[in-house]
């Protein structure tokens, strides 16, 4: 994130048990690539990772779990204090 950024402006989250801080208004895929993440899922069959492909909601490639929620698109999902965020594998299960 840029250290120009305002602090009113920053959101924190977690991914993957890791604190990430982003700027409010970015998207989840937005700010995991910023952060270097790449991988945001595992097919479910062969355990493939998956990432951002399109960025516009059309390929369900990056689809996470949020907050315990399973096949949530990053691209599509905005920022918000306290998300809990993590790698989806497979199909995702519901708590």
Request: net charge positive; proline share 5%.
């Given at each position: 994130m840029n250290s120009i950024t305002p602090p009113d402006k920053r959101v924190e989250f977690t991914f993957?048990?890791?604190?990430?801080?982003a700027i409010s208004g970015q998207t989840l895929a937005g700010a995991l690539l910023e952060q270097g993440v790449r991988?945001?899922?595992?097919?479910?069959i062969k355990g493939i990772p998956r990432?951002?492909?399109?960025?516009?909601?059309i390929c369900f490639?990056?689809?996470?779990?949020?907050?315990g929620l399973p096949n949530q698109r990053a691209c599509l999902t905005e920022?918000?204090?306290g998300l809990t965020v993590e790698t989806q594998?497979?199909?995702?299960?519901?708590?």
């Amino acid at each position: 994130m840029n250290s120009i950024t305002p602090p009113d402006k920053r959101v924190e989250f977690t991914f993957d048990g890791k604190k990430v801080i982003a700027i409010s208004g970015q998207t989840l895929a937005g700010a995991l690539l910023e952060q270097g993440v790449r991988t945001l899922r595992k097919t479910r069959i062969k355990g493939i990772p998956r990432g951002v492909f399109c960025g516009i909601g059309i390929c369900f490639d990056c689809l996470v779990v949020i907050d315990g929620l399973p096949n949530q698109r990053a691209c599509l999902t905005e920022v918000r204090d306290g998300l809990t965020v993590e790698t989806q594998d497979g199909l995702g299960s519901l708590p």
